[in-house]
């Protein structure tokens, strides 16, 4: 291939002080490249930072979750997962099946309370699908994996919770992934702390329903 030179010989591009038209084609362009010196550090940084808005968004739901009881479907939830059923008529309710049957004398709290916990021995999962199939509207789905929550960390309020508050977090992976799809690298923290954050995502993270 013939080379481009001045009434003296040279590459014009030499003589004006900058490099051979060849060296030029050859250099890399860094700008080409697109990948960041630092690619590795930004990463595990971003790590950090999600995992940093997970732990203040757990503390923000325990500390809602903690401020008051649970109100009729919350305590439907934790019976149905205990294998109870408290919403059917004395006569078709069945006792030995953990079916509630109202009693015709006053009784203490403590016996109501019964209904919410798990009986020893402990109903198996055939009992909780009895439960929900009869008298739920919604797939057993929730209160079985609400049932083996319960057997490993109890039957109390805010146990019940919890488990809404783990799904939340279970969440932000997936938040994360589709932001970085949607809006690259710089939507995925914005993404996941709106998410996080929001009043409706407290709110819902806060109840002990699979809503």
């Known amino acids: 291939m013939n080379e481009v030179t001045n009434s003296d010989g040279m590459d014009p591009a ?27 550090t930004s990463r595990y940084q971003g790590l950090w930072l999600i ?11 325990v500390v809602v979750a903690s401020r008051s009881g649970l109100w009729g479907d919350e305590i439907l939830s934790l019976a149905k997962a205990t ?17 509630f049957v109202e009693p015709d004398h006053p009784v203490s709290a403590n016996e109501f309370r019964r209904y919410l916990r798990h009986d020893h021995p402990f109903a198996g999962p055939g009992r909780v699908i009895r439960a929900v199939l009869f008298s739920e509207a919604h797939p057993p789905l929730y209160f079985l994996l609400l049932y083996a929550w319960t057997m490993a960390l109890g ?22 992934s589709i932001a ?20 409706l995502t407290i709110y819902f993270a806060t109840e002990g329903r699979m809503y």
């Open 14 to 40: 030499v003589a004006g002080g900058r490099p051979p038209t060849s060296a030029r084609i050859a250099a890399p362009s860094n700008q080409s490249i697109g990948i960041p010196i630092h690619e590795g």
């Open 51 to 61: 995992l940093a808005i997970a732990c203040l968004a757990a503390f923000v739901d």
């Open 83 to 99: 294998g109870h059923r408290l919403d059917q008529a004395n006569h078709v309710a069945d006792p030995n099946q953990g079916d």
């Open 155 to 176: 039957t109390s309020d805010i146990a019940l919770r919890l488990f809404s508050v783990a799904c939340l977090l279970a969440c932000l992976p997936f938040v994360a």
């Open 180 to 199: 970085r799809r949607l809006g690259g690298n710089r939507a995925v923290l914005p993404s996941c702390a709106l998410f996080a954050f929001s009043p």
